[in-house]
């Protein structure tokens, strides 16, 4: 069984920071790439950030220069965010792309989510 467990949300005030934490636990093969994606209420879930196993990064405009993805050992992906906008609040959702084993295709898994209030 894969898993994905999201940590580090909260309320902060604009102008602050927060780590994201991801986690992934369970038999796997390799992790292709990880990501960041938020969904505020009554919006779609967006693509917040983006690191593939090469090591190459993908921002949303609005986050850019403000958030960094990255990833400290084989299966934790965090993410930095910092001089947050009230914008900025959703729910944030960690996912990757999985092999579980060596002959099989990534598949996607998703985390059950972690969420990040700003206030003005």
Do not use: H
């Not at 938020?38 to 403000?66: C, H, I, M």
């Not at 009230?86 to 998703?110: F, G, K, L, M, Q």
């Amino acid at each position: 069984q894969v898993q994905l467990v999201e940590s580090g949300g909260g309320l902060v005030q604009a102008g602050g920071s927060l780590r994201l934490s991801c986690v992934v636990s369970g038999r796997i093969f390799m992790i292709n790439a990880m990501g960041w994606y938020r969904q505020a209420p009554g919006k779609q879930r967006e693509l917040v950030a983006t690191l593939a196993s090469g090591g190459s990064t993908a921002y949303a405009d609005s986050v850019k220069g403000r958030f960094t993805i990255s990833r400290d050992n084989a299966n934790t992906v965090y993410l930095q965010m910092s001089s947050l906008k009230p914008e900025d609040t959703a729910v944030y959702y960690c996912n990757a792309a999985i092999r579980r084993v060596v002959t099989s295709a990534p598949s996607i898994y998703w985390g059950q989510g972690t969420q990040v209030t700003v206030s003005s």
